[in-house]
């Protein structure tokens, strides 16, 4: 059994910062794709970023936060970080990390706003 839980959301003002992190329980050594996930009210859960185990870590972004938005991952510790910079309002929502697209956190909520 894997579990997942994130954590770091919270209340940012319009071109601040926030780091999430994603902490799993168990083993995951067998999961090769890890990444986050968000959900705004009244839309659609919209893919994040991804990255892989093997090697450096090949990652992946939305065209909505390249250059913003770094993902990260440290498999000693089964953590997967999520590092937000230039946060705009468009940013909040309800932000979920998975491994493999299997095991899933219940969320954490980031509102960016003056």
């Known amino acids: 059994q894997v579990q997942v839980a994130e954590s770091g959301g919270g209340l940012v003002q319009p071109g601040g910062s926030l780091r999430l992190s994603c902490a799993a329980s168990g083993s995951t050594t067998s999961i090769y794709v890890m990444g986050w996930y968000r959900q705004a009210p009244g839309k659609q859960r919209e893919l994040v970023a991804t990255i892989t185990r093997i090697g450096v870590g090949s990652t992946n972004y939305a065209d909505s936060v390249k250059g913003r938005f770094t993902i990260s991952r440290d498999n000693a510790k089964n953590t997967v970080y999520l590092q937000m910079n230039s946060l705009n309002v468009e940013d909040t929502a309800v932000y979920y990390c998975?491994?493999?697209?299997?095991?899933w956190g219940q969320g954490t909520q980031v509102t960016v706003s003056s």
């Open positions: 998975h491994y493999g697209f299997r095991y």
